[in-house]
């Protein structure tokens, strides 16, 4: 009896908190909708948007490994052990040394990657070395002196983030996320009403991110206070030990993110010896992909850290197990006419959000296989946010590590393969499978722990809600195609929006019919919880 509880209470905390963030990141990525709209508009589809992408990734990739990745999925654990063991002083004065170290890390990197940027920019001419000169290689490094500090805010930003986290303060941090959207907005807003030419725009754009960065620091923190968390810093070097064992934690973690990262960074530098058009097809279909990923997947996976986290203080690993499975089913369940539709309707999407100004019909024809499979690969993306958690709350890093880096290997090997048959849409196909390999091959280890429950019933709800949102996303479009009404929606981006509002809701309702006719029981938990929630 009282383990049925805990499960009903953890459905609970588990919605609740997803529900918050969730909103939050929804806010966001609409927001990041418009930018979308803006950016292709403003910067196109080529050698400039190849640039600022490009540029843009080196402080993300900090941001990724050392804000909201490793390092804060090793400091959760840690602050759920020494809170329960310590209490909350010993922990304030840790987190100061934690904080205090990795802004010199951080400060050091930014320093480092913009010295060398400089020396690029003005001495490759005379390096005989053609990947230097190329003008929009030259271009980024121009760029990234006055990106890097964005990347030392906001990964403090991340590890505050994390912390309220633990503290069960999930909307607030979201919220905060905002904040680079709006500035950004309104950069490019100006840029284009006013019309400036490159020259202009770009840098001041680039000194708008690290300013935005500064704003979302100050916002959590001030929430930070608030929890009774603050660092400490009257006497912090005496917690000085902290930093052994969270070192130990999160070096495997740091190492395999960043194989993670490296692996995005190396796509995009293949993707550059394809042509102007590469990066930027990538780019704008990695940012619709992204809206389903940030509001599904990375508000479930941040809520499963810190619940995770406290069930292996506690040593219940069959909470973590129970929880798992139900994160797998919901998350894909969700995630799987998302995906049919990006397959399905990408054309009407990038219609919406990129065509016109300097984005080009033939801009939007260059991302049509990266749509395909980057669209199909979202529900994989998607749960492996909800299997880290699996791992890093029980301080299993180095496992993490030993799989990332072999899916790496993979994803280098079939970009180089694929990208000569399929150009930028193998780039997005090696993806996918390496993300397939990730995916498989940690869902084993954890059977092989005991850590998984009805497995079996997982995956037969994945395969059977597959078939219905894909079934009916190719009906829909099926239908318009042969009705004519994709050739009214062609003809003006209001009729392509309208052609989308209407396919989605048609195959939301369908797959919702569907799924239950077919016995789903993913549909009926989802109605239970919102008739709780309200």
Same mark, same amino acid.
């Given at each position: 009896?009282?383990?049925?509880?805990?499960?009903?209470?953890?459905?609970?905390?588990?919605?609740?908190?997803?529900?918050?963030?969730?909103?939050?990141?929804?806010?966001?990525?609409?927001? /990041?909708?418009?930018?979308?709209?803006?950016?292709?508009?403003?910067?196109?589809?080529?050698?400039?948007?190849?640039?600022?992408?490009?540029?843009?990734?080196?402080?993300?990739?900090?941001?990724?490994?050392? /804000?909201?990745?490793?390092?804060?999925?090793?400091?959760?654990?840690?602050?759920?052990?020494?809170?329960?063991?310590?209490?909350?002083?010993?922990?304030?004065?840790?987190?100061?040394?934690?904080?205090?170290?990795?802004?010199?890390?951080?400060?050091?990197?930014?320093?480092?990657?913009?010295?060398?940027?400089?020396?690029?920019?003005?001495?490759?001419?005379?390096?005989?070395?053609?990947?230097?000169?190329?003008?929009?290689?030259?271009?980024?490094?121009?760029?990234?002196?006055?990106?890097?500090?964005?990347?030392?805010?906001?990964?403090?930003?991340?590890?505050?983030?994390?912390?309220?986290?633990?503290?069960?303060?999930?909307?607030?941090?979201?919220?905060?996320?905002?904040?680079?959207?709006?500035?950004?907005?309104?950069?490019?807003?100006?840029?284009?009403?006013?019309?400036?030419?490159?020259?202009?725009?770009?840098?001041?754009?680039?000194?708008?991110?690290?300013?935005?960065?500064?704003?979302?620091?100050?916002?959590?923190?001030?929430?930070?206070?608030?929890?009774?968390?603050?660092?400490?810093?009257?006497?912090?070097?005496?917690?000085?030990?902290?930093?052994?064992?969270?070192?130990?934690?999160?070096?495997?973690?740091?190492?395999?993110?960043?194989?993670?990262?490296?692996?995005?960074?190396?796509?995009?530098?293949?993707?550059?010896?394809?042509?102007?058009?590469?990066?930027?097809?990538?780019?704008?279909?990695?940012?619709?992909?992204?809206?389903?990923?940030?509001?599904?997947?990375?508000?479930?996976? @941040?809520?499963?850290?810190?619940?995770?986290?406290?069930?292996?203080?506690?040593?219940?690993?069959?909470?973590?197990?129970?929880?798992?499975?139900?994160?797998?089913?919901?998350?894909?369940?969700?995630?799987?006419?998302?995906?049919?539709?990006?397959?399905?309707?990408?054309?009407?999407?990038?219609?919406?959000?990129?065509?016109?100004?300097?984005?080009?019909?033939?801009?939007?024809?260059?991302?049509?296989?990266?749509?395909?499979?980057?669209?199909?690969?979202?529900?994989?993306?998607?749960?492996?946010?909800?299997?880290?958690?699996?791992?890093?709350?029980?301080?299993?890093?180095?496992?993490?590590?030993?799989?990332?880096?072999?899916?790496?290997?993979?994803?280098?090997?079939?970009?180089?393969?694929?990208?000569?048959?399929?150009?930028?849409?193998?780039?997005?196909?090696?993806?996918?499978?390496?993300?397939?390999?990730?995916?498989?091959?940690?869902?084993?280890?954890?059977?092989?722990?005991?850590?998984?429950?009805?497995?079996?019933?997982?995956?037969?709800?994945?395969?059977? @809600?597959?078939?219905?949102?894909?079934?009916?996303?190719?009906?829909?479009?099926?239908?318009?195609?042969?009705?004519?009404?994709?050739?009214?929606?062609?003809?003006?981006?209001?009729?392509?929006?309208?052609?989308?509002?209407?396919?989605?809701?048609?195959?939301?309702?369908?797959?919702?019919?569907?799924?239950?006719?077919?016995?789903?029981?993913?549909?009926?938990?989802?109605?239970?919880?919102?008739?709780?929630?309200?």
């Amino acid at each position: 009896m009282n383990n049925t509880v805990n499960v009903s209470e953890n459905k609970k905390s588990i919605f609740k908190g997803t529900l918050s963030m969730g909103f939050a990141t929804f806010l966001s990525r609409l927001l /990041g909708v418009v930018r979308v709209r803006l950016e292709s508009t403003v910067l196109g589809g080529g050698e400039v948007a190849s640039a600022w992408f490009l540029a843009f990734a080196i402080p993300n990739l900090l941001r990724r490994v050392l /804000g909201e990745g490793a390092l804060s999925n090793a400091l959760i654990p840690l602050i759920a052990e020494n809170c329960v063991n310590d209490g909350t002083g010993r922990v304030r004065k840790q987190l100061a040394v934690v904080f205090s170290v990795l802004s010199g890390i951080l400060l050091a990197i930014v320093l480092l990657v913009s010295l060398f940027s400089i020396v690029v920019v003005k001495y490759s001419a005379s390096w005989g070395v053609e990947f230097f000169t190329h003008p929009r290689i030259v271009l980024t490094f121009k760029l990234l002196p006055l990106l890097m500090p964005y990347g030392l805010f906001i990964c403090l930003a991340g590890v505050v983030g994390a912390i309220l986290h633990y503290s069960k303060i999930f909307l607030l941090p979201a919220l905060a996320a905002l904040l680079l959207n709006i500035v950004l907005l309104g950069g490019l807003s100006a840029a284009w009403y006013w019309s400036m030419p490159e020259t202009q725009f770009l840098p001041m754009l680039a000194l708008l991110v690290p300013a935005a960065g500064v704003l979302q620091l100050l916002m959590v923190a001030i929430v930070l206070v608030k929890t009774g968390l603050f660092p400490d810093f009257r006497h912090f070097w005496q917690e000085r030990n902290i930093l052994g064992k969270l070192f130990k934690l999160a070096l495997p973690g740091i190492c395999g993110y960043a194989a993670l990262q490296v692996s995005f960074i190396i796509d995009r530098a293949m993707a550059a010896s394809l042509g102007d058009q590469a990066i930027p097809a990538l780019t704008y279909i990695d940012r619709i992909v992204d809206i389903p990923i940030g509001i599904v997947a990375v508000s479930l996976g @941040n809520v499963l850290m810190a619940m995770m986290s406290r069930s292996a203080a506690e040593g219940n690993c069959e909470e973590i197990a129970d929880t798992l499975a139900l994160s797998l089913r919901m998350i894909w369940f969700i995630t799987l006419p998302v995906a049919a539709m990006v397959v399905f309707f990408h054309t009407g999407m990038l219609h919406v959000l990129c065509l016109g100004g300097r984005y080009t019909m033939s801009d939007l024809l260059a991302a049509h296989w990266v749509a395909v499979f980057y669209g199909a690969g979202i529900p994989f993306f998607c749960s492996l946010k909800v299997i880290y958690p699996a791992f890093y709350a029980r301080k299993k890093m180095v496992t993490v590590l030993k799989v990332s880096v072999c899916a790496t290997v993979i994803n280098i090997v079939m970009n180089y393969i694929l990208m000569q048959f399929l150009s930028q849409g193998g780039i997005a196909l090696a993806t996918v499978i390496s993300s397939l390999f990730n995916n498989g091959v940690l869902l084993w280890l954890l059977k092989k722990e005991n850590m998984t429950r009805n497995y079996g019933a997982v995956a037969v709800s994945f395969c059977r @809600n597959a078939i219905a949102a894909f079934g009916i996303a190719f009906a829909v479009l099926m239908f318009s195609r042969s009705s004519g009404i994709e050739a009214w929606a062609a003809k003006h981006w209001m009729n392509e929006l309208i052609l989308l509002g209407g396919a989605g809701s048609v195959t939301v309702a369908g797959y919702s019919v569907a799924t239950l006719v077919l016995g789903s029981s993913e549909i009926k938990e989802l109605f239970r919880l919102l008739r709780r929630r309200k």
